[in-house]
């Protein structure tokens, strides 16, 4: 049908008007959202190259502001702002408290009122501003959409500041004189830097070793009831944090996703690991300090839950997890689904003869008798441990950690191990050394870690765990074979002399032994320079007879 010329006009001026008002993406810089309190939080806006109104993504940093538009060629605006106290954001900063927390829920409310928002926000986060991310959404903001973060440490005290007692120096000193100096990279001296009266955060933290208020308020998992949004979490096992992670995911009831790769806080890449079992070739560097969710992933979630499209996103599993030993990937309903099965070994005396450590001990299915059952003693020193520096990783420490084989430690403690495995040993979930032990100072530091004993006698890391003598208390209503919870709210005095059993939790892992293989245990009381040493000196003795039965209990599948 031909258009008279009248009509065609009309139609050649509509299609005019029809093209969007800019041919590139707009970034409105320096933009002032206010706050409930009066305080000017500051920003970016980005806005896609099309005219309408569109969803957001909004990400808090406190680090230096985010720079990222990943999305904004899919039609997502995105705000990057200052959190109060940090870039040119005024107020104090005040490190993930309450306030920080009621600031995310304006930066929403302001997102959905202006003339470019189509309602729809998203909160998206690495680390601490996944942190804010999940906080912020418990506050339920009537406009949040659904929340994505990498990598967030869930439970401050646990797995970020004190695990079970014991200060994580290697990773605290750092990490708090890095967060003041990056606060203003590049921007030069702002006035709000000289309001530090929060930040005492920073120093309550070392004097405060007891769970409770402080870390209650800045715990994501004390306020996961509270979230009614989607969540989808990736993250990695040689991070220190994930551990958190894995109970966020068995704690929500909206639908949620978890990834857990190999990866360590700061990616995948040989400078956060050497010798990291996540492939990528001996010379391959992580192109950020950043890790990464599977590609595709994100944008299909955002697509689903903000935008409505049907693509399968929610009908993939709850967690899909990588095995750090057989390097294979496997998927399951929840976490704790992933293993369903226990397996146990006792320490015995019975010599292994696979390990030069202070006793040689063994992991045996029966319990040990006679002489293989006498206590064995060693001497604390709070030197031992170095094999592996800062923990999981030492990029949060700005260096490489070093793949180190754990042998170097073997002589510092004592070591159980394995007969060579007959079939493949399967850990997925977390496991429990449950022991009897003395200790002839008025307290003490265990430590316990896990290890993959190769033919040739070279160990890998799997996992571990840590327990300050006076903080034993376990709370048995949320406490289960192979993974108990200790409450960390009290100091339980230790009594010089007196046998005592402790249930020290040992954090998750999906890591496969493969048959002719090993499995190891190492048990001491240093972890330098990881976690500051206890002031204490003396002799420890750790039984395994029958009636102080010591036992290995693994989560398996």
Not at 74 to 95: E, F, M, P, W
Not at 140 to 150: K, M, N, Q, R, S
Not at 370 to 395: C, T, W
Not at 521 to 540: K, M, Q
Request: negative net charge.
């Amino acid at each position: 049908m031909r258009l008279r010329p009248a009509l065609a006009l009309v139609a050649v001026v509509g299609g005019l008007l029809a093209v969007p008002a800019h041919a590139a993406p707009t970034t409105l810089s320096d933009v002032t959202i206010t706050a409930s309190d009066g305080v000017h939080l500051v920003g970016d806006v980005h806005l896609p190259a099309a005219t309408g109104r569109f969803p957001a993504i909004v990400d808090l940093e406190p680090y230096g502001r985010s720079t990222a538009t990943t999305y904004l060629a899919n039609g997502y605006a995105h705000v990057n702002t200052d959190v109060r106290g940090s870039g040119k954001s005024g107020g104090a900063l005040c490190l993930l408290c309450s306030r920080e927390q009621q600031d995310v829920y304006d930066v929403v409310e302001w997102v959905a009122r202006q003339k470019w928002s189509n309602g729809k926000v998203v909160l998206y986060g690495y680390s601490y501003s996944a942190i804010t991310a999940l906080l912020g959404s418990a506050l339920e903001p009537p406009h949040l959409t659904t929340v994505i973060v990498g990598h967030p440490p869930t439970d401050p005290y646990r797995d970020v500041l004190w695990h079970n007692g014991l200060y994580d120096q290697g990773f605290v000193e750092q990490w708090f004189a890095g967060q003041t100096a990056t606060q203003a990279v590049g921007l030069g001296p702002q006035p709000q830097y000289l309001d530090r009266k929060d930040q005492l955060f920073a120093f309550e933290t070392r004097f405060n070793d007891l769970d409770g208020p402080l870390y209650d308020e800045r715990s994501v998992l004390s306020k996961v009831s509270k979230i009614k949004v989607p969540v989808y979490v990736f993250t990695g096992w040689n991070d220190m944090y994930s551990r958190g992670d894995l109970r966020l995911i068995d704690s929500l009831k909206v639908p949620a996703q978890l990834w857990i790769d190999a990866s360590t806080h700061h990616g995948t890449g040989q400078v956060g690991e050497v010798g990291a079992p996540y492939g990528g070739g001996p010379t391959s560097l992580s192109p950020s300090l950043n890790s990464s969710p599977p590609a595709g992933q994100v944008l299909k979630w955002l697509d689903h839950y903000v935008k409505g499209k049907t693509n399968g996103v929610d009908k993939q599993p709850r967690v899909t997890y990588f095995d750090k030993g057989s390097r294979t990937w496997s998927t399951a309903s929840s976490w704790r689904a992933a293993g369903p099965d226990l397996t146990s070994f006792y320490l015995s005396g019975a010599t292994s003869g696979s390990a030069a450590s202070l006793n040689d001990g063994s992991l045996t299915t029966a319990q040990p008798k006679l002489r293989d059952s006498y206590q064995d003693s060693y001497v604390y020193n709070p030197a031992s441990g170095a094999s592996v520096p800062m923990g999981k990783e030492g990029p949060d420490g700005f260096a490489p950690y070093v793949h180190t084989d754990q042998r170097l430690d073997d002589a510092d403690g004592l070591t159980y191990t394995t007969p060579v495995l007959t079939k493949p040993l399967r850990l997925a979930g977390p496991s429990e050394l449950r022991f009897w032990a003395i200790t002839e100072a008025a307290d003490m530091a265990w430590v316990v870690r896990l290890s993959d004993v190769a033919p040739d006698g070279s160990e890998t890391p799997v996992t571990q765990g840590w327990l300050r003598a006076s903080f034993r208390h376990v709370d048995p209503k949320r406490s289960r074979p192979g993974s108990p919870y200790l409450t960390d709210d009290r100091h339980d005095p230790v009594t010089i002399g007196l046998s005592t059993e402790y249930r020290l939790d040992i954090w998750d892992t999906a890591y496969s032994l493969p048959k002719g293989h090993r499995l190891r245990l190492w048990f001491a009381s240093g972890d330098s320079p990881t976690h500051e040493p206890v002031p204490a000196a003396g002799r420890n003795l750790l039984f395994h007879d029958a009636q102080h039965p010591t036992q290995l209990i693994l989560t398996t599948r």
